[in-house]
């Protein structure tokens, strides 16, 4: 049992540090993805007033986004979502419409069709990297070898009180330490999930504006 023992606590320990490194992984996808968005929005801008069904376009797709990654119902959670990527593509066809008058308007263009493009690869990483998960079939071994030793030590344990609570509190402590990695490694729709600020922030700059823009036009 000491053998496994040691196994148990080694691979539970690898298991926990992977789910947490996929964790931060996602948690950088969507932050750049948030910082994508905004230079995006901010390079529309500068080309000119010729983007404005562009940039409305860009803060629908923002405000989809975040609904999809980060619903109120967590089992809502849509990553392949056609409509939102369908906006992507309205976006990436408003761009492609505007006619540079000059070199500087052409680079602009041409910076914010990069952007686009690395916008639509977010998409597919966060979808490749949620699907990786944790494999389940490793997971539900490292759940037997740790009911084994549980169960070998409520067999030689003392019977009484003290030794009742102690070895159902170790074994709450070690099943919340499982239960946790399939949330880390996922990132999305569980008890654990990435920080929702970056990307509903950007929304919120892409919303502002907006409405700044149709004040304006309202003032005319």
Same mark, same amino acid.
């Given at each position: 049992?000491?053998?496994v023992?040691?196994?148990?606590?080694?691979?539970?320990?690898?298991l926990?540090?992977?789910?947490?490194?996929?964790?931060?992984?996602?948690?950088?996808?969507?932050?750049?993805?948030?910082a994508?968005?905004?230079?995006?929005?901010?390079?529309?801008?500068?080309?000119?007033?010729?983007?404005?069904?562009?940039?409305?376009?860009?803060?629908?797709?923002?405000?989809?986004?975040?609904?999809?990654?980060?619903?109120?119902?967590?089992?809502?959670?849509?990553?392949?979502?056609?409509?939102?990527?369908?906006? =992507?593509?309205? @976006?990436?066809? &408003?761009?492609?419409?505007?006619? %540079?008058a !000059?070199?500087?308007d052409?680079?602009? +263009?041409?910076?914010?069709?990069?952007?686009?493009?690395?916008?639509?690869?977010?998409?597919?990483?966060?979808?490749?990297?949620?699907?990786?998960?944790?494999?389940?079939?490793?997971?539900?071994?490292?759940?037997?070898? =740790?009911?084994? @030793?549980?169960? &070998?030590?409520?067999l030689?344990? %003392?019977? !009484?009180?003290?030794?009742?609570?102690? +070895?159902?509190?170790?074994?709450?402590?070690?099943?919340?330490a499982?239960?946790?990695?399939?949330?880390?490694?996922?990132?999305?729709?569980?008890?654990?999930?990435?920080?929702?600020?970056?990307?509903?922030?950007?929304?919120?700059?892409?919303?502002?504006? &907006?409405?700044?823009?149709?004040?304006?036009?309202?003032?005319?």
């Amino acid at each position: 049992m000491a053998v496994v023992a040691t196994i148990s606590a080694l691979v539970l320990g690898l298991l926990i540090s992977n789910a947490n490194t996929s964790f931060r992984t996602l948690g950088g996808d969507v932050t750049t993805l948030s910082a994508q968005i905004l230079r995006l929005d901010n390079i529309l801008r500068r080309y000119g007033p010729d983007t404005y069904p562009a940039r409305e376009t860009l803060r629908q797709y923002a405000e989809q986004k975040t609904a999809d990654l980060f619903p109120d119902n967590g089992a809502d959670v849509r990553l392949d979502n056609p409509s939102t990527y369908e906006l =992507l593509q309205r @976006l990436e066809d &408003s761009v492609l419409e505007l006619k %540079p008058a !000059n070199p500087r308007d052409q680079w602009w +263009l041409d910076q914010a069709m990069t952007l686009a493009g690395k916008i639509g690869d977010s998409r597919w990483l966060l979808i490749q990297q949620v699907a990786q998960g944790t494999p389940k079939t490793f997971l539900a071994l490292v759940v037997f070898w =740790l009911t084994l @030793l549980f169960a &070998s030590f409520g067999l030689f344990a %003392p019977r !009484n009180l003290i030794s009742v609570v102690t +070895l159902t509190l170790c074994a709450l402590a070690v099943a919340g330490a499982v239960g946790m990695i399939p949330g880390f490694a996922k990132g999305v729709g569980g008890l654990v999930h990435m920080s929702t600020q970056q990307l509903r922030e950007a929304a919120k700059v892409l919303e502002t504006q &907006s409405n700044d823009r149709a004040r304006l036009g309202q003032n005319r």
